[in-house]
């Protein structure tokens, strides 16, 4: 089980059970039961950074910042993140962000760039930061827990008053079966002191819920213990109407677009990303549960693999109602940018988000929304044209290449032993056969 407690956390449930109905508690009560939900950790500590992912501000709002391919261009052997990235920092501290989403191909080779990496990236940045592996993050630090996948509730408000504190602490004892020194009994007990101490006049419920996936291990696939953690969310999702307070907003990060792959509407758009070799399990055991949670939640699917040729940083597609597929990756070029998910509170309809972008060299962008599917097929293969002001420095650095003058001399010497250098040679001319009017016994 793994059960780290979160920071005055109680991330809440929300169908009445057993213990809530013995002591006629609000279906907020539910928390224990989430507490003890196999493998969902209610505290994340970021791998890089070391930050811990913290509740909302006073007014509930919470902001998700969401990028990747922070390695910038393919060509980069820097061993630094991307330029367009770095040279923002100061600005991305400054957005207020409680969370960073990498969506992938966070470095170019991870063992090697590490150090570079703590130094200009992690160590500066000022909210914890998660990735979801792509290909070039293959054995980072990325601390994976065992099942591949961070799975966290986020956007923390406050929601219980101390009348509910002491319920919570009278149905405390009253687990039927449950010794007190049991693990769970001393968890419980731990976040109502947490909890107390923080605020005498509230407890926590979330906002939503945010699951980061490691697909590249499994070629795209969802393992059983992925499924199984797509599944916690189902239940938890499950009947979310009867609670207005609780989040119904659920974040899922991975680097592969798999939702692309065998949909005729989004795969010829992304023919430059990374692909599994023998297809996903997408269609038949991952769609049925996004399902199941958009009857009640909206999921957003969030990916980081667009090639190269992509027209722009942003793909936002609404797939099916209350199911989003978004992608977001830079590539240091003038198109980069990060997304922005503003999460806020709404007691009338529950919580809502407000996507918003930002550009990472100053270019002014359409609203997120507007980089859909047809925008891409509109967009998709046109060039921004050449920029003829680069023209001295692309034949500076191509002739300073060693690479260019083997090129070149290859060629020469391939040339030398072609029929047309060879008539032209010092020797051809004897060599060569007379033109026939010239001939013995020729005639016209």
């Not at 961070?150 to 009253?174: D, V």
Request: glycine share 8%.
């Amino acid at each position: 089980m793994n059960l780290q407690l979160g920071h005055r956390l109680q991330a809440t449930g929300h169908k009445q059970c057993p213990v809530a109905k013995r002591i006629s508690l609000w279906p907020a009560a539910c928390s224990l039961w989430l507490l003890v939900v196999p493998s969902i950790a209610l505290a994340q500590r970021s791998p890089f950074n070391g930050l811990e992912v913290l509740p909302a501000d006073s007014t509930g709002h919470y902001r998700i910042l969401i990028g990747g391919h922070f390695h910038g261009e393919s060509t980069n052997r820097s061993g630094y993140p991307a330029a367009t990235l770095l040279a923002n920092l100061d600005t991305i501290n400054k957005l207020g962000a409680n969370l960073f989403l990498s969506t992938g191909d966070l470095f170019m080779d991870p063992v090697n760039d590490l150090p570079r990496y703590q130094r200009s990236l992690f160590g500066k940045l000022k909210m914890p930061l998660f990735n979801a592996p792509g290909n070039h993050d293959l054995g980072s630090v990325s601390n994976l827990p065992a099942s591949g996948a961070y799975s966290f509730p986020i956007g923390y408000m406050p929601a219980l008053s101390s009348n509910g504190l002491e319920h919570i602490r009278n149905g405390l004892a009253h687990l039927s079966g449950s010794p007190q020194d049991t693990v769970f009994q001393r968890a419980a007990r731990r976040l109502f002191e947490e909890a107390h101490a923080f605020d005498r006049d509230s407890l926590w419920v979330v906002l939503g819920a945010c699951v980061v996936l490691d697909l590249e291990s499994s070629d795209g696939t969802l393992t059983p213990r992925l499924l199984k953690e797509l599944d916690v969310w189902v239940q938890w999702f499950d009947g979310g109407s009867d609670t207005p307070h609780i989040g119904n907003n659920l974040f899922i990060i991975s680097h592969r677009p798999i939702w692309a792959e065998d949909d005729p509407q989004y795969s010829p758009l992304f023919k430059d990303n990374t692909r599994s070799l023998t297809g996903t399990n997408f269609q038949k055991d991952v769609y049925p549960l996004l399902e199941k949670i958009a009857e009640h939640a909206h999921v957003y699917w969030i990916s980081g693999s667009l090639g190269g040729s992509a027209p722009s940083s942003i793909f936002f597609q609404e797939h099916a109602k209350n199911i989003t597929y978004i992608q977001c990756a830079i590539r240091d070029e003038p198109r980069d940018a990060l997304l922005i998910a503003d999460v806020y509170p709404d007691p009338g309809s529950g919580p809502g988000v407000k996507w918003s972008s930002f550009s990472l060299t100053g270019q002014k962008l359409l609203e997120p929304e507007a980089y859909n599917a047809a925008w891409w097929r509109e967009h998709i293969g046109k060039s921004e044209g050449f920029n003829w002001r680069l023209l001295p420095y692309l034949v500076k650095t191509t002739a300073l290449r060693k690479e260019f003058w083997w090129g070149v001399l290859g060629g020469v010497g391939a040339d030398a032993h072609s029929p047309a250098v060879s008539a032209l040679s010092p020797n051809a001319s004897s060599r060569r056969p007379a033109p026939p009017e010239f001939r013995p016994g020729w005639r016209g």
